[in-house]
Nanobody, 115 residues
């Protein structure tokens, strides 16, 4: 079993920044990849960013140049730095761990971008 706990969400004005954290139970180095997804009201959950075992990162086109995913292997934590936030970034953000066998999900953290 893998437990993922997100934190760092909140209300921010357009153009602002937030950093999300995802603390995993146990070593994250054993996972195939970890990533962030988001789900806005009435929309499907979509991938935002991911980081593989070797450190390779991928991003959705909508967040490239604004969001950065990183990890602290010692601290078993993955981060999502979100800059230049837009109202369309408003969603519940979920942390994901791909363990080769199945995916695990966190409980989600709300991000609201509004003036």
């Amino acid at each position: 079993q893998v437990q993922l706990v997100e934190s760092g969400g909140g209300l921010v004005q357009p153009g602002g920044s937030l950093r999300l954290s995802c603390a995993a139970s146990g070593s994250i180095f054993r996972f195939k990849a970890m990533g962030w997804y988001r789900q806005a009201p009435g929309k499907q959950r979509e991938s935002v960013a991911a980081i593989g075992t070797g450190g390779t990162t991928t991003y959705a086109d909508s967040v490239k140049g604004r969001f950065t995913i990183s990890r602290d292997i010692v601290g078993n934590t993955v981060y999502l730095q979100m800059n230049s936030l837009k109202p369309e970034d408003t969603a519940v953000y979920y942390c994901n761990a791909d363990t080769y066998v199945r995916d695990f999900w966190g409980q989600g953290t709300q991000v609201t971008v509004s003036s």
